[in-house]
């Protein structure tokens, strides 16, 4: 199974070109669009989103993860092997987090011959590494090099908002398991407290929760948090 985690959006151009070429070269290999709405040029969002709704994709699954503002810039391009899955993207603080998260982690760099558009390296880059991965089942079909020793530019965990679903509700990028302290979550001059799930706060109330995935989130029950509360991406709350 090859997995697709992008900021492209749901009515754009790109989306089906990925997927001509996926159905080209691996006619009988399923192909899951996982998001495609992470925000924007956001890397930090995709970084914590990553691993939590990765988390539950069957081992050998390849993931094309792709936010790149720098695309066609000198950034590198990475494969990760994480906890038996793989990962191919652009080495730009995508993977950062999945590296502090998982319990068995490698990333390799490689190069990619031959000529390649400038702006469109998840069609031209990665959705053919990809396709070697699934090929091959390993990673010298890329002639990859394992890297050690880098700098997370992210920390585990982020106590911020960043990104908002259909309904309304603020997922953030903290674990629940990283929490010490569960009294409320203080966010926007107001403390909120826990529940388990939304039937435990009467209609209209704003709460918080662990999600289905591990993380925090904000939610109403039966309300849109995001208008209710007056949230934005990037909200920053205290804990306790």
Same mark, same amino acid.
Request: contains cysteine; hydrophobic residues 40%.
């Given at each position: 199974?090859?997995?697709?985690?992008?900021?492209?959006?749901?009515?754009?151009?790109?989306?089906?070109?990925?997927?001509?070429?996926?159905?080209?070269?691996?006619?009988?290999?399923?192909?899951?669009?996982?998001?495609?709405?992470?925000?924007?040029?956001?890397?930090?969002?995709?970084?914590? %989103?990553?691993?939590?709704?990765?988390?539950?994709?069957?081992?050998?699954?390849?993931?094309?993860?792709?936010?790149?503002?720098?695309?066609?810039?000198?950034?590198?391009?990475?494969?990760?092997?994480?906890?038996?899955?793989?990962?191919?993207?652009?080495?730009?603080?995508?993977?950062?987090?999945?590296?502090?998260?998982?319990?068995?982690?490698?990333?390799?760099?490689?190069?990619?011959?031959?000529?390649?558009?400038?702006?469109?390296?998840?069609?031209?880059?990665?959705?053919?590494?990809?396709?070697?991965?699934?090929?091959?089942?390993?990673?010298?079909?890329?002639?990859?090099?394992?890297?050690?020793?880098?700098?997370?530019?992210? !920390?585990?965990? %982020?106590?911020?908002?960043?990104?908002?679903?259909?309904?309304?509700?603020?997922?953030?990028?903290?674990?629940?398991?990283?929490?010490?302290?569960?009294?409320?979550?203080?966010?926007?001059?107001?403390? %909120?407290?826990?529940?388990? !799930?939304?039937?435990?706060?009467?209609?209209?109330?704003?709460?918080?929760?662990?999600?289905?995935?591990?993380?925090?989130?904000?939610?109403?029950?039966?309300?849109?948090?995001?208008?209710?509360?007056?949230?934005?991406?990037?909200?920053?709350?205290?804990?306790?």
């Amino acid at each position: 199974m090859i997995a697709l985690l992008t900021d492209f959006g749901l009515d754009g151009l790109y989306v089906g070109q990925m997927h001509a070429l996926l159905a080209a070269e691996l006619p009988d290999i399923q192909v899951i669009d996982l998001c495609h709405t992470i925000p924007a040029q956001d890397i930090t969002a995709a970084a914590y %989103l990553l691993p939590a709704y990765t988390q539950y994709l069957t081992p050998g699954c390849i993931i094309i993860s792709v936010v790149d503002p720098g695309v066609g810039s000198n950034r590198p391009h990475a494969v990760c092997h994480s906890d038996g899955r793989w990962y191919i993207g652009p080495d730009n603080g995508i993977f950062d987090v999945l590296q502090q998260q998982a319990y068995q982690f490698q990333k390799y760099h490689f190069t990619w011959p031959g000529n390649v558009s400038d702006s469109f390296h998840a069609r031209d880059i990665y959705t053919p590494a990809a396709c070697l991965i699934a090929e091959k089942g390993r990673v010298d079909a890329l002639q990859a090099k394992p890297v050690y020793s880098e700098k997370p530019r992210f !920390t585990p965990d %982020l106590n911020k908002i960043i990104y908002f679903d259909h309904f309304g509700n603020a997922i953030t990028a903290y674990r629940y398991s990283s929490l010490s302290d569960k009294s409320c979550i203080r966010i926007k001059g107001q403390d %909120l407290p826990w529940a388990r !799930t939304f039937s435990e706060v009467v209609q209209g109330a704003c709460f918080c929760y662990e999600n289905a995935n591990g993380l925090v989130e904000i939610a109403c029950n039966q309300g849109n948090a995001k208008e209710v509360l007056g949230l934005q991406l990037g909200d920053a709350f205290s804990i306790g």
